[in-house]
Protein backbone atom coordinates (compact mmCIF):
# COMPACT_ATOMS: atom_id res chain seq x y z
CA UNK A 1 0.00 0.00 0.00
CA UNK A 2 1.15 3.62 -0.97
CA UNK A 3 0.33 6.73 0.91
CA UNK A 4 0.63 10.10 -0.21
CA UNK A 5 -0.04 12.63 2.65
CA UNK A 6 0.35 16.65 2.57
CA UNK A 7 -0.65 19.29 5.75
CA UNK A 8 -0.38 22.87 5.63
CA UNK A 9 2.10 24.50 8.81
CA UNK A 10 -1.33 23.82 11.17
CA UNK A 11 -1.20 20.36 10.33
CA UNK A 12 2.38 19.14 10.15
CA UNK A 13 2.80 17.82 13.62
CA UNK A 14 0.09 15.58 13.23
CA UNK A 15 0.68 14.92 9.84
CA UNK A 16 4.48 13.57 11.60
CA UNK A 17 2.91 11.51 13.66
CA UNK A 18 0.85 9.45 11.30
CA UNK A 19 4.10 9.28 9.24
CA UNK A 20 5.67 7.45 11.87
CA UNK A 21 3.13 5.63 12.84
CA UNK A 22 2.18 4.37 9.01
CA UNK A 23 6.62 4.01 8.86
CA UNK A 24 6.48 1.30 11.83
CA UNK A 25 3.91 -0.86 10.10
CA UNK A 26 6.40 -1.32 7.20
CA UNK A 27 3.53 1.36 4.70
CA UNK A 28 5.17 3.06 1.97
CA UNK A 29 4.39 6.96 2.24
CA UNK A 30 5.79 10.08 0.56
CA UNK A 31 5.05 13.42 2.40
CA UNK A 32 4.38 16.28 -0.25
CA UNK A 33 5.07 18.95 2.49
CA UNK A 34 4.84 21.22 4.22
CA UNK A 35 7.72 20.36 5.58
CA UNK A 36 8.40 23.84 8.11
CA UNK A 37 6.26 25.56 10.56
CA UNK A 38 6.21 28.23 8.37
CA UNK A 39 2.84 29.35 7.63
CA UNK A 40 1.46 28.52 4.01
CA UNK A 41 -1.59 27.98 2.07
CA UNK A 42 -3.28 24.66 2.49
CA UNK A 43 -4.79 24.69 -1.24
CA UNK A 44 -0.95 23.98 -2.14
CA UNK A 45 -0.57 20.28 -0.24
CA UNK A 46 -4.26 19.67 -1.51
CA UNK A 47 -3.65 19.56 -4.87
CA UNK A 48 0.16 17.98 -4.89
CA UNK A 49 -1.65 14.82 -2.82
CA UNK A 50 -5.16 14.78 -5.03
CA UNK A 51 -3.55 14.96 -8.27
CA UNK A 52 -1.05 12.14 -7.07
CA UNK A 53 -4.03 10.38 -6.14
CA UNK A 54 -6.56 10.59 -9.19
CA UNK A 55 -3.61 9.58 -11.54
CA UNK A 56 -3.72 6.53 -9.49
CA UNK A 57 -0.13 6.49 -8.31
CA UNK A 58 -1.19 6.24 -4.60
CA UNK A 59 -3.69 4.03 -3.11
CA UNK A 60 -4.64 6.54 -0.71
CA UNK A 61 -3.84 10.20 0.54
CA UNK A 62 -4.10 11.57 3.92
CA UNK A 63 -4.09 15.61 4.34
CA UNK A 64 -3.92 17.69 7.60
CA UNK A 65 -4.76 21.02 8.42
CA UNK A 66 -5.93 23.09 11.30
CA UNK A 67 -10.09 21.80 10.63
CA UNK A 68 -9.69 19.09 8.22
CA UNK A 69 -11.90 21.63 5.98
CA UNK A 70 -10.01 23.96 3.64
CA UNK A 71 -7.76 20.79 2.52
CA UNK A 72 -10.53 18.83 2.15
CA UNK A 73 -12.59 21.57 0.23
CA UNK A 74 -9.50 21.79 -2.10
CA UNK A 75 -8.50 18.36 -2.69
CA UNK A 76 -12.09 17.41 -3.53
CA UNK A 77 -12.02 20.17 -6.48
CA UNK A 78 -10.04 17.32 -8.47
CA UNK A 79 -11.67 15.09 -10.55
CA UNK A 80 -11.87 11.56 -9.24
CA UNK A 81 -10.57 12.47 -5.52
CA UNK A 82 -13.16 12.10 -2.91
CA UNK A 83 -12.07 13.51 -0.18
CA UNK A 84 -14.24 12.88 3.39
CA UNK A 85 -13.26 14.95 6.42
CA UNK A 86 -13.53 12.57 9.41
CA UNK A 87 -13.28 13.07 13.15
CA UNK A 88 -14.47 9.77 14.65
CA UNK A 89 -13.98 5.92 13.21
CA UNK A 90 -17.59 5.31 12.27
CA UNK A 91 -17.37 7.81 9.32
CA UNK A 92 -13.52 7.04 8.58
CA UNK A 93 -14.74 3.32 7.39
CA UNK A 94 -17.95 4.24 6.17
CA UNK A 95 -16.41 6.49 4.04
CA UNK A 96 -14.29 4.38 2.25
CA UNK A 97 -17.32 1.19 2.51
CA UNK A 98 -19.93 3.51 1.00
CA UNK A 99 -18.60 6.60 -0.47
CA UNK A 100 -15.22 4.66 -1.56
CA UNK A 101 -13.31 7.72 -0.26
CA UNK A 102 -9.42 7.77 -1.87
CA UNK A 103 -8.31 11.04 0.68
CA UNK A 104 -8.75 10.83 4.35
CA UNK A 105 -8.25 14.58 5.76
CA UNK A 106 -7.93 15.37 9.20
CA UNK A 107 -8.22 18.64 11.48
CA UNK A 108 -4.91 18.53 13.50
CA UNK A 109 -7.01 21.15 16.04
CA UNK A 110 -9.89 18.95 16.02
CA UNK A 111 -8.83 15.25 16.78
CA UNK A 112 -6.16 14.35 18.82
CA UNK A 113 -3.03 12.57 18.16
CA UNK A 114 -4.50 9.30 19.31
CA UNK A 115 -8.03 9.29 17.83
CA UNK A 116 -6.31 10.37 14.89
CA UNK A 117 -4.51 7.40 14.37
CA UNK A 118 -7.77 4.80 14.80
CA UNK A 119 -9.01 7.03 12.30
CA UNK A 120 -6.63 6.05 10.01
CA UNK A 121 -6.46 2.21 10.98
CA UNK A 122 -10.49 2.43 10.68
CA UNK A 123 -9.86 4.18 6.93
CA UNK A 124 -7.03 1.89 5.85
CA UNK A 125 -8.35 -0.92 7.42
CA UNK A 126 -12.22 -0.69 5.38
CA UNK A 127 -12.89 -2.19 1.64
CA UNK A 128 -15.25 -0.36 -0.90
CA UNK A 129 -18.96 -2.57 -0.98
CA UNK A 130 -19.82 -1.53 -4.05
CA UNK A 131 -22.81 -2.69 -4.73
CA UNK A 132 -26.22 -0.31 -4.09
CA UNK A 133 -23.41 2.60 -3.08
CA UNK A 134 -22.10 2.25 -6.98
CA UNK A 135 -24.39 3.73 -8.67
CA UNK A 136 -24.42 6.75 -6.13
CA UNK A 137 -20.48 6.84 -6.46
CA UNK A 138 -20.90 7.22 -10.31
CA UNK A 139 -23.55 9.73 -9.83
CA UNK A 140 -20.40 12.11 -8.19
CA UNK A 141 -18.69 11.58 -11.23
CA UNK A 142 -21.53 12.36 -13.77
CA UNK A 143 -21.56 15.86 -11.85
CA UNK A 144 -17.76 16.45 -11.82
CA UNK A 145 -18.02 15.79 -15.51
CA UNK A 146 -21.73 17.93 -15.83
CA UNK A 147 -19.38 20.91 -14.53
CA UNK A 148 -16.09 19.41 -16.74
CA UNK A 149 -14.25 19.98 -13.33
C1 LIG B 1 -4.63 27.81 9.14
O1 LIG B 1 -4.61 28.76 10.14
C2 LIG B 1 -6.04 27.21 9.01
O2 LIG B 1 -6.91 28.17 8.52
C3 LIG B 1 -6.04 25.99 8.12
O3 LIG B 1 -5.13 25.06 8.61
C4 LIG B 1 -7.35 25.24 8.02
O4 LIG B 1 -7.92 25.03 9.27
C5 LIG B 1 -8.30 25.72 7.01
O5 LIG B 1 -9.35 25.10 6.75
Do not use: W
Not at 65 to 93: E, M, Q, W, Y
Amino acid sequence: MKIALGSDHAGLPLKKEIIKHLESKGIEIKDFGTLTEDSCDYPDYALAVAEEVAAKNFDFGILVCGTGIGISIAANKVPGVRAALCGDTFSAHACREHNDANILALGQRVVGAGLALDIVEAFLGAKYEGGRHGKRVDKISQIEKKYNK
